[in-house]
């Protein structure tokens, strides 16, 4: 096979996966997860039934793929965003605030996160979710030393801040009027606080 053909294949074996990764996004946000199935997530595409399987196992692995994309991106702005804080209240509030700003940013992920948010609350223990509390665990840990913000348990400390922003995020997406800076200003007033107390 020519370098020429192998590419092509390629190019066109990504096509195929970013087409059912698009129309499941749809899907999803639409009627739900428990809803979907992976024939509904094929008629939203040009291909043949059985390709779906050359990619994925099932709808669950679709979903996935989804989060690790989106949280992948999520966890890169949140941490430059907590690392550029020099206060403790910056580095706090610009974490949460970018995670926010983030969640609102695509509208399809914003419906889909919504719509799927109790699928999604099931599957915190998938890679990609762990990722970003032991991201936050390692900056607090990092701002502890560097004498930022005050000693404490880092482990609890990021899992607790983790959580809050998944079920806030949640609940601002279910809103008539998503609004990132009151979110950020409740959630971020409670962790500063407890932050602080830690210190006293």
């Not at 979907?36 to 043949?48: E, M, P």
């Not at 989106?70 to 890169?76: H, K, P, Q, V």
Request: aromatic share 8%; proline share 4%.
């Amino acid at each position: 096979m020519s370098a020429r053909t192998a590419g092509r294949r390629e190019q066109t074996k990504q096509a195929n996966r970013a087409a059912i990764l698009e129309a499941a996004r749809e899907v999803f946000a639409d009627i739900g997860f428990g809803a979907a199935s992976v024939r509904d997530i094929v008629r939203g595409t040009d291909l043949a039934s059985g390709t779906f399987y050359n990619y994925f196992p099932d709808k669950r692995s679709v979903l996935v793929a989804l989060l690790e994309e989106s949280a992948g991106e999520a966890r890169l702005r949140v941490r430059a965003a907590r690392r550029s804080g020099t206060t403790l209240d910056a580095f706090v509030r610009d974490g949460f605030r970018a995670y926010f700003d983030f969640l609102l940013e695509d509208p399809a992920t914003s419906q889909l996160l919504a719509r799927n948010a109790g699928t999604i609350r099931a599957m915190y223990q998938e890679p990609s979710l762990v990722a970003g509390t032991e991201e936050l665990a390692e900056d607090l840990a990092a701002g502890v030393a560097a004498g930022l913000i005050p000693p404490h348990d880092v482990e609890y400390m990021a899992a607790a801040m983790v959580g809050a922003a998944l079920e806030i995020g949640a609940r601002m997406l279910d809103s008539d009027r998503p609004d990132p800076r009151r979110a950020t200003e409740f959630v971020s007033a409670l962790f500063i606080a407890g932050l602080s107390a830690a210190g006293a």
